[in-house]
């Protein structure tokens, strides 16, 4: 199974920062489109940002500006910088890897949580 391992979740004040970090076992990484969600209590699991192996990114509206999604194939990493946070962006960020070629397949990272206090 590909395993991937989520960091750099926590407890920040309205607009700090942090860099989440999912690394991924696997060979077909550099092949993937990557992403990043996040669920909040109460609700829907929503896109945050993705990243194809072509480098093309995506973001929610309510992201655009502030956050910033990257790949280095290098490390089989994907990383989500996250600035000016604001309480509303509190929930579990989930990393996901999208398997399209060889195989079929998502891929969820454990999830960490980031909490933003107002």
């Known amino acids: 199974q590909v395993q991937l391992v989520e960091s750099g979740g926590g407890l920040v004040q309205s607009g700090g920062s942090l860099r989440l970090s999912c690394s991924a076992s696997?060979?077909?990484?550099?092949?993937?489109?990557t992403g990043w969600y996040r669920q909040a209590p109460g609700k829907q699991r929503e896109l945050v940002a993705l990243?194809?192996?072509?480098?093309?990114?995506n973001y929610a509206d309510s992201v655009k500006g502030r956050f910033t999604i990257s790949r280095d194939n290098s490390k089989n990493t994907v990383y989500l910088q996250m600035n000016s946070l604001k309480p509303e962006d509190t929930a579990v960020y989930y990393c996901k890897v999208e398997i399209r070629i060889f195989q079929s397949r998502d891929y969820w990272g454990q999830g960490t949580q980031v909490t933003v206090s107002s």
């Open positions: 990243i194809t192996s072509v480098g093309t990114t």
């Open positions: 696997g060979t077909l990484f550099s092949l993937a489109t």
